[in-house]
């Protein structure tokens, strides 16, 4: 009898929780309703099927459970969650704005649901990239008749894309904010047409509005312009207008070769992404007077590779005169030899030349004619700006050398724990601590390790962690700063090290805080957190508006005149000094700064 009872037992536990593991796998993977419906009601069927083949066969037993995995992956595939664009704004029917006419045409976009911000999306600023115009400069947008109703976001660019499920999963172990709901079972689309901008404005309108215009990042590789952390709703609330756009990556926007040089009228090659983001500049001049923007008072912001983006804006004679002051988070090109996201002509050629070869490409009519969807896992060998004489003619330490930039006025700095995502699953212990820093420093290997000697399996984990940060993203600032410094640009830095429920510092966490988009109920975020992001945003819109954070009631942010004064952004809110620079000192010596 007891035998009877604990298999009994035993079947209700197992079956109930493979039950439950369906849902939550229809759920993560945003299936449509459909789909749990269906999965709710096969449980059903299974557990009487199961029940009145209680004194029959193992073996029937045994098809019942295989029947029952296999009619629910059915439902799975055939529920998936379809493709279809973001709306601009959360919410059903949202009430719409007044037609506001641009160079090429009428738009009209939608409010929030508080009525207090307008958002305009997916305006096109330059010819769908397909067809012949693969690896073209971006050439002007055709003007539209009628109204565009800019209530969605365009596709993301063309990028690799993760699963469903594994964004799910993603933001349940990373972010730690993944939400059930019925509202977002579907995926958003990617596609080379991609190229448009997104505009938000305070609704109560305005005039000579100072303007934003945001580049996100991804690595030059993936990312989109719609996402919730930098959304432009928290700083059109504060009277700014905001602008980001979608640009080319990967494969489709810094593809280098020769032939594509001597196609161009211009003799480029291996820049596209960056050209697509100064036509969205020059955009931005031609239009934002229409939002009630002022096109003369124009903020440059970008993250991650973006913000690589921005460093090398600031010296492309392209860009001159497109924008007045700069907003680098968590990167830079300034250094000798950047890091990540830039390489020389040669290089990018050699690598241009060797995908050629591997699709069996002789020309680029022949690379042109495959479909996108076969190029776009050469994201990872395609993702560096160039120097490739029009949109850059040198690298950007080159231009300030000299003395040649684009920004009057810069506000740029870097989190505590940048490395943390990107050594998740190769950090270091005392089994391999002295061969990884030996690997990367070479001679200089024994000055570091005299820096950081590690002594623990934490402590090894902890300095690598902090090494490899300093090497890939805070030392580029380092270098920033002094060049800045030498050409009299003003420029305030800082550092974010607070922590939360979700990010905290790693990668990419300062962003809700400084775009003001900290939702209101996330219990992820104290009391401290809410007040941090205000201090955070005041000092971003004082500087958007006039090149200077500072404002009554802030703590007096110093400007950065030595390369070691940052303002630190924690339980406190308070000027530190740069406790890194002797490790830098090394990284110089490595990269052959020249002061």
């Known amino acids: 009898m007891a035998h009877e009872k604990g298999k009994t037992a035993g079947y209700i536990l197992g079956s109930g929780a493979l039950y439950l593991l369906m849902l939550a796998l229809t759920e993560l993977n945003q299936n449509r309703v459909a789909g749990l419906i269906l999965t709710a009601l096969l449980g059903v069927a299974f557990w009487v099927l199961h029940h009145r083949m209680a004194e029959e066969k193992r073996r029937k037993k045994a098809l019942l459970w295989l029947g029952w995995l296999l009619v629910f992956a059915l439902f799975f595939a055939v529920t998936q969650p379809p493709v279809r664009p973001v709306p601009a ?17 009428q ?28 690896w073209r400069e971006p050439q002007d947008p055709e003007p539209w008749q009628g109204v565009l109703q800019a209530d969605h976001f365009a596709p993301m660019s063309m990028q690799p894309v993760r699963g469903t499920l594994y964004q799910s999963l993603t933001r349940i172990v990373g972010y730690h904010d993944y939400r059930v709901s019925f509202t977002d079972n579907y995926r958003a689309p990617v596609s080379e047409d991609s190229l448009y901008v997104n505009v ?73 992404g960056l050209l697509d983001q100064i036509k969205a500049l020059t955009w931005v001049r031609d239009n934002a007077a229409a939002f009630g923007g002022d096109p003369t008072n124009v903020t440059l912001a970008g993250e991650s590779a973006g913000a690589a983006a921005v460093s090398a804006l600031c010296t492309s004679p392209l860009a001159a005169g497109l924008f007045q002051k700069a907003v680098l988070e ?10 990540h996201s830039f390489r020389l002509l040669d290089e990018a050629l050699e690598s241009g030349k060797t995908l050629k070869n591997k699709y069996r490409c002789a020309t680029i009519a022949e690379l042109r004619a495959l479909p996108a969807a076969k190029l776009v896992g050469e994201a990872e060998t395609q993702h560096h700006m160039t120097v490739d004489g029009y949109a850059l003619t040198e690298t950007p330490y080159e231009s300030y050398r000299r003395g040649a930039h684009n920004e009057t006025a810069a506000l740029h ?53 902090e090494i490899w940060g300093a090497v890939f993203f805070d030392y580029p600032h ?21 922590e939360n429920g979700r990010l905290g510092p790693w990668h990419s966490g300062e962003q809700v805080y400084l775009y003001g988009n900290i939702p209101p109920r996330s219990r992820l975020y104290d009391d401290r957190d809410r007040a941090l992001s205000a201090e955070m945003t005041a000092y971003f819109v004082n500087f958007i508006k006039t090149g200077d954070p500072n404002g009554e009631g802030l703590p007096r942010w110093e400007r950065n005149l030595t390369g070691v004064d940052l303002m630190n952004f924690g339980v406190t809110t308070g000027m530190a000094v740069e406790r890194k620079e002797a490790l830098y000192r090394i990284l110089d010596r490595m990269d052959g700064w020249a002061a």
């Open 330 to 339: 968590s990167s830079t090109v300034a250094s000798v030899k950047p890091p």
């Open 478 to 498: 380092y270098c920033y700063d002094r060049l800045a410094a030498a050409n009299g640009i003003p420029v305030y830095e800082y550092h974010f090290e607070k």
């Open 89 to 105: 704004v959360a919410g059903k029917d949202p009430q719409t704005t007044e037609i506001v006419t641009l160079a090429d045409g």
């Open 200 to 272: 938000w404005r305070p609704a109560n309108g305005g005039e000579n509005l100072p303007v934003l215009v945001y580049i996100h990042g991804g690595s030059l590789q993936t990312g989109q312009p719609w996402y919730e952390d930098y959304s432009g709703e928290g700083l059109a609330r504060q009277g700014v207008i905001v602008v980001n756009m979608g640009y080319r990556l990967g494969v489709f926007g810094y593809l280098a070769d020769e032939e594509l040089a001597a196609e161009s009228p211009n003799g480029t090659t291996g820049n596209y």
């Open 107 to 134: 738009v009209r976009g939608v409010k929030t649901a508080d009525g207090t911000v307008e958002v305009f999306a997916g305006i096109p600023y330059a010819k769908p990239p397909v067809g012949d115009l693969r």
């Open 413 to 465: 700095g870097y989190n505590r724990e940048e490395s943390a995502a990107f050594i998740l699953f190769d950090g270091a212990d005392m089994k391999n601590y002295e061969k990884k820093v030996r690997g990367y420093f070479g001679d200089a290997a024994d000055e570091v390790l005299a820096l950081y000697p590690a002594g623990t399996n934490d402590e090894a984990a902890r300095y690598w962690a």
